[in-house]
Nanobody
Framework: QVQLVESGGGLVQAGVSLRLSCAAS????????MGWFRQAPGKEREFVAAIVVSAGRTYYADSVKGRFTISRDISKNTVYLQMNSLNAEDTAVYYCAARRTVIGIFDPAGPYPYWGRGTLVTVSS
């Protein structure tokens, strides 16, 4: 079992940056793929970014490519999402997710069996 706790959300103005953290416990994340997802009010949850922790290989949704950066600190068992140039469309609850990395056909968008409770990001325009 992996437990995930997100932090770093808040209310910010458009154009600024914010960094989210996802602290994992119960297992070392070095053998996991970690993902960030978000769910805006009235919308379905969507994939944002993912990282294969051991290799550092990253994947992004087109909507955030060039603005968001996913990274990891294996020594801290933590994954980050650096979000730059935020706009109102980025307002959502952001969730961290994890799954064991399996060699083979890879879909960064899922499925993920482990999820955090989310952290709210509100961007005012």
């Amino acid at each position: 079992q992996v437990q995930l706790v997100e932090s770093g959300g808040g209310l910010v103005q458009a154009g600024v940056s914010l960094r989210l953290s996802c602290a994992a416990s119960g297992r070392t994340v070095s053998s996991y793929t970690m993902g960030w997802f978000r769910q805006a009010p009235g919308k379905e949850r969507e994939f944002v970014a993912a990282i294969v922790v051991s290799a550092g290989r990253t994947y992004y949704a087109d909507s955030v490519k060039g603005r968001f950066t996913i990274s990891r600190d294996i020594s801290k068992n933590t994954v980050y999402l650096q979000m730059n140039s935020l706009n109102a469309e980025d307002t959502a609850v952001y969730y961290c997710a994890a799954r064991r990395t399996v060699i083979g056909i890879f879909d960064p968008a899922g499925p993920y069996p482990y999820w955090g409770r989310g952290t709210l990001v509100t961007v005012s325009s």
